[in-house]
Every structure is written in C-alpha cells, then in structure tokens.
C-alpha cells in the first residue's frame, strides 16, 4: 500500500477517520435545507422577513449558521463537536446557495433558471472533492494512529464512552507497529470510562441506510429490480428531454444535448454491465455503478438546468440505485475473499 506524503503529514494535514460522515452529513443537511426553504416560500406565497424598508435575506441566517459552526470548531478540541457543526454548517450553506440566483444576475432576480443546476453542481463539487480526498487512498497507519490520539484527547478529559474506546482500539490496531503505538494505547488504557455520550444521529442514520441496502441487496427481486430501473432511467431521461426539446422555440436546447450525451453513456455503460453480468458479476456492479454516476454528475446537472427543482426525483433514484449497486459489490467482493482469508 503506498504510504501518504510525509510532507503533508509534517504540515499537519492529517485526515479524520469520520470526514466522510462528517462531510455527508453536511451535504445531506445543504441539500434538505434548499429543498425546505424553496418548498416553504413556495408555499407561503414568498413573504419578506423586514418589513417596508428591509428585506433580511435568508443568506443572512445562513452566515450566521456556518459561523456558529466555525466557532465550535475552533473552540473545542476532540471528536464531539464535528457532528453538530457538520450539521449546522450544511444548513448555513443551503440557505446560503440557495439565493446564489441574486448573486449572478444583474436584476438580484432569486428565480434564475439555471439556478437549480448551479447548486447541484456545487453540491456534486464537494461530493468529488470529499470522495479524492478521503477514499482514493486509504489512511496512513501515522493518520490512523493520530486519530487514535484523537480520541484519547477528549478521554483524558473527560472519558470514554464503550464505543468511543471501541474506535479508538480499532485505529490502533489499524496503527500497525509504529512507534508511538504503545504510548498511545498506554495513554487510552488510563483514560476514565465516561457512559454519558451525546446522541450521534447522523451515525445511527449512516448505519440504519448501510444495513437497509445490504438487507436489499440479498434479494434476487430487487437486484433484478435494480437492473430495470437502470434502463427505464434512461429511457425516461430521454423522452423527458425530447418532449421538452420540441416544446422549445428555436429547436433543441444545451439541456437537450448534455441529457442526450449523458444518456447515451450510460446505456453504453448498462449494457457492458448486461454482458458482463453472468461471466464477472463484480465487474459488472462496478459498471452499473459507472452508468449511475454518469447519470448523477452529467444527466442530472442538465435535467437541473431544464426541469429545475423537478429533478430532484431523478437524483434520489440515482442515489438509491448507487446505495444498492454499491452493497452488492460489497457483498460480491466479500465472497471472492473470504475463501482467501480462511486459508
């Protein structure tokens, strides 16, 4: 396994075993609030929050929130905070790009078409992001060690709560021998035993989806429900974008052209999966996987563009095709090395 930048670790740049749920939740929590705030206005007829002289934009709230989050961040030191400043951070964010239509038109005009699409694709930016910082190359044993260390900063304070020394343990393990190893494990072992732990939510829920799609995923009827699903997607994309499309003054439109690519690929991508599905059944998760995310970073982005916020079910399809496909490759991958692991 290649070993990370020492230079990086010597600057301090050292990543958290828990970024992924930390950074999801923010985006669980950006996206809920953009979907809210635009369902309640809507609802409510668009009331201004200030009376006649001043309109209190919801941006306002929103910088308030993620500077809440900032402060926490900043103040406390361990593990405890991140959850709460993850979530309120997200919910400062959506409010915030949620007005990102008054911010590039010249008129402050909050309606802007491409709106829509511009917060999915900044959303789908920090997606990216997350998933080349965290999951393209797993921990260093120094990274996991110093999350380990982590952990014994909040225990010499005020204890360990089971699962929290259950963390700790198992980022040691992952440690491998490295020299600070049994200082630190020393360090953990003297920490107090603390029952009293905040709720952790975003966890529980992380956990609860993760068993939900692996539950699934067993069944023959919704893999092979995953399969027709993966095709009636792309059909439905293409109807949708050719009925808009001839409604159009002017011909076809961009979001006709990026449906229609975006569409093609991942057909292509369907029907690699379909062949490979009896010979390979790994490979072809990993390619259905690929039709999705093609689906999710350029079909969506142009159905955002086109159908606004009426996109939003395609996305959720999408994701929950990706939770599915990605349990089953799990599964899959699990078979093929358990034989190898028992020997």
């Known amino acids: 396994m290649r070993r990370r930048s020492p230079r990086l670790l010597r600057l301090g740049l050292v990543r958290n075993a828990h970024a992924n749920t930390h950074l999801d939740a923010f985006v669980v929590s950006?996206?809920?609030?953009?979907?809210?705030?635009?369902?309640?206005?809507?609802?409510?007829?668009y009331p201004q929050v200030g009376g006649r002289t001043l309109h209190i934009a919801h941006v306002l709230p929103g910088g308030l929130l993620m500077l809440v989050a900032l402060v926490l961040l900043l103040s406390y030191v361990g593990p405890v905070v991140r959850p709460a400043a993850a979530v309120l951070g997200g919910i400062g964010f959506g409010l915030f790009?949620?007005?990102?239509?008054?911010?590039?038109?010249?008129?402050?005009?909050?309606f802007y078409r491409p709106s829509a699409a511009i917060m999915y694709v900044v959303f789908a930016a920090?997606?990216?992001?997350?998933?080349?910082?965290?999951?393209?190359?797993?921990?260093?044993?120094?990274?996991?060690l110093a999350n380990a260390v982590d952990h014994a900063v909040e225990g010499v304070a005020g204890g360990l709560s089971p699962r929290r020394r259950g963390e700790a343990d198992a980022q040691l393990r992952a440690?491998?021998?490295?020299?600070?190893?049994?200082?630190?494990?020393?360090?953990?072992?003297?920490?107090?035993?603390?029952?009293?732990?905040?709720?952790?939510?975003?966890?529980?829920?992380?956990?609860?989806?993760?068993?939900?799609?692996?539950?699934?995923?067993?069944?023959?009827?919704?893999?092979?429900g995953v399969l027709v699903l993966l095709v009636l997607q792309v059909v439905a994309a293409l109807a949708i974008a050719v009925d808009e499309?001839?409604?159009?003054?002017?011909?076809?439109t961009l979001s006709f052209h990026g449906v229609l690519g975006g569409s093609v690929v991942s057909a292509v991508f369907i029907v690699q999966g379909l062949l490979r599905l009896r010979r390979d059944p790994l490979?072809?998760?990993?390619?259905f996987q690929l039709a999705v995310l093609v689906?999710?970073?350029v079909t969506q982005v142009f159905q955002f563009a086109e159908a606004q916020f009426a996109a939003v079910g395609g996305v959720l399809v999408?994701?929950?095709?990706?939770?599915?496909?990605?349990?089953?490759?799990?599964?899959?991958?699990?078979?093929?090395?358990?034989?190898?692991?028992?020997s």
């Open 175 to 224: 440690a491998g021998a490295d020299p600070c190893r049994e200082q630190v494990a020393a360090l953990l072992t003297i920490c107090p035993a603390n029952d009293l732990e905040l709720p952790a939510p975003v966890l529980t829920a992380k956990a609860w989806l993760r068993r939900t799609f692996r539950r699934l995923a067993r069944r023959r009827t919704v893999r092979l």
């Open 245 to 252: 499309a001839r409604g159009t003054e002017g011909g076809t």
């Open 30 to 45: 950006g996206v809920s609030t953009v979907l809210i705030t635009r369902g309640y206005l809507h609802l409510a007829g």
């Open 97 to 110: 790009i949620d007005e990102v239509g008054k911010f590039v038109t010249r008129d402050n005009n909050y």
């Open 126 to 144: 920090v997606v990216l992001t997350v998933h080349m910082l965290h999951n393209r190359r797993p921990l260093d044993p120094r990274e996991h």
């Open 318 to 342: 999408d994701l929950i095709l990706l939770g599915l496909l990605t349990a089953e490759a799990d599964r899959l991958r699990h078979q093929l090395t358990a034989p190898t692991a028992g």
């Open 283 to 287: 490979g072809a998760m990993q390619t």
């Open 295 to 297: 689906s999710l970073l």
